[in-house]
């Protein structure tokens, strides 16, 4: 039986899959966004056989029309960092396979940044 893979975006596939990917609402929303992205520089970091520094900022910017308060989210490490050729393809569209040469050790989707993101 031969198998049947679909393109779609990430943002399709995070509309899709938001409440199981931890986006349900604000609250979780924040939570979501801020482990994904430790967790990002926890994968960018182990391969170089170094600790981690990270540096995680959230601050209430404004708020908005409806009277919600908009949130900003800063974080940096001293990972490797993403090739700058590959970060506009975190936006293309989501493909999968075994034999990923950038490979994550943590998380479900590996789209956990881009929806964090894509939330905002």
């Not at 893979?5 to 990430?10: H, L, N, R």
């Not at 600790?51 to 900003?72: F, H, Q, T």
């Amino acid at each position: 039986m031969s198998q049947v893979f679909q393109e779609i975006s990430p943002a399709d596939f995070f509309y899709r899959n938001r409440e199981i990917a931890g986006f349900a609402n604000p609250a979780r929303a924040i939570f979501s966004a801020i482990r994904e992205l430790v967790e990002n520089s926890f994968d960018a970091t182990e391969p170089l056989g170094i600790l981690p520094d990270i540096y995680i900022r959230l601050s209430s910017n404004n708020e908005g029309e409806e009277g919600e308060k908009i949130y900003v989210l800063r974080v940096r490490d001293n990972g490797s960092g993403i090739p700058a050729d590959y970060i506009p393809l975190a936006f293309c569209q989501f493909l999968f396979s075994s034999k990923y040469r950038l490979k994550q050790s943590r998380g479900t989707f590996g789209l956990g940044g881009t929806m964090a993101i894509l939330y905002g």
